[in-house]
């Protein structure tokens, strides 16, 4: 057990120390690929079918982690139609037969083709959004108002960019600067923290002075 004990406190040790994104980087990000990341959310809202919602992050250039929600009879509300970590884009293959429970809470379908046809999508779609959040120094992306487009790791965390359609007014900034978890920072750009499985929910770096 004390043998146990010490492998996950080294594991935990190793991914808190790898991979620290800081809140300086983040915005000096930003600031220095402001006008590919506008670029970028702009091309992946074109690029996502209406009303479906489609996040994707890259673990590589050809593995992903991809999240689909497609429209129900009720436009206001969305269903699981996919998800799927450390996908292989060019060698994967679903696991069959698939039970109640994997379709109720897994996705309707376990099926890469299928999602691909239903969002008019090819590998190269895959390609051209690896090569532009790479352009930005990002790994992944969620369209919709905000978009969600994440930075980094910090530790079991992830830095992200918020980035809504039109600037946000002095309650919206507001709003969206909890000393927690979200701080705007500037026009239409809030900087979001969301933690992992384990750690802190809130990162002490959006702690605004007094």
Not at 121 to 128: D, G, I, Q, R
């Given at each position: 057990?004390?043998?146990?004990?010490?492998?996950?406190?080294?594991?935990?040790?190793?991914?808190?120390?790898?991979?620290?994104?800081?809140?300086?980087?983040?915005?000096?990000?930003?600031d220095?690929?402001?006008?590919?990341?506008?670029?970028?959310k702009?091309f992946y809202?074109?690029?996502?079918?209406?009303?479906?919602?489609?996040r994707?992050r890259?673990?590589?250039s050809?593995?992903?982690?991809?999240?689909?929600?497609?429209p129900?009879?009720?436009?206001?509300?969305?269903?699981?139609?996919?998800?799927?970590?450390n996908?292989?884009?060019?060698?994967y293959?679903?696991e069959?037969?698939r039970?109640?429970y994997d379709?109720?809470?897994?996705?309707?379908?376990?099926?890469?083709?299928?999602v691909?046809?239903?969002l008019?999508?090819?590998?190269?779609?895959?390609?051209?959004?690896?090569?532009?959040?790479?352009?930005?120094?990002?790994?992944?992306?969620?369209?919709?108002?905000?978009?969600e487009?994440?930075?980094?790791?910090?530790?079991?965390?992830?830095?992200?960019?918020?980035i809504?359609d039109?600037?946000?007014?002095?309650?919206?900034?507001?709003k969206?600067?909890?000393?927690?978890?979200?701080?705007f920072?500037?026009?239409?750009?809030?900087?979001?923290?969301g933690?992992?499985?384990?750690?802190?929910?809130?990162?002490?770096?959006?702690k605004r002075?007094?």
């Amino acid at each position: 057990m004390k043998q146990q004990n010490l492998v996950i406190l080294i594991l935990v040790l190793f991914l808190s120390s790898c991979g620290m994104k800081t809140k300086e980087g983040l915005t000096e990000n930003y600031d220095e690929n402001k006008n590919g990341i506008i670029e970028l959310k702009n091309f992946y809202n074109k690029t996502v079918p209406k009303d479906f919602i489609v996040r994707i992050r890259y673990n590589s250039s050809d593995n992903i982690d991809l999240f689909v929600y497609q429209p129900t009879e009720n436009s206001e509300k969305h269903e699981l139609l996919f998800q799927q970590w450390n996908l292989d884009i060019n060698d994967y293959v679903p696991e069959n037969p698939r039970s109640d429970y994997d379709k109720k809470y897994h996705g309707i379908t376990n099926s890469f083709e299928k999602v691909k046809e239903k969002l008019n999508w090819t590998n190269e779609t895959f390609a051209k959004i690896y090569d532009k959040l790479d352009d930005v120094n990002c790994m992944g992306i969620t369209n919709g108002n905000p978009t969600e487009i994440e930075y980094g790791f910090k530790g079991m965390g992830m830095f992200s960019y918020l980035i809504f359609d039109e600037n946000l007014n002095s309650e919206l900034q507001e709003k969206h600067s909890d000393d927690c978890t979200q701080m705007f920072y500037k026009e239409n750009v809030v900087l979001s923290y969301g933690s992992g499985a384990i750690g802190s929910l809130c990162t002490p770096e959006f702690k605004r002075n007094e």
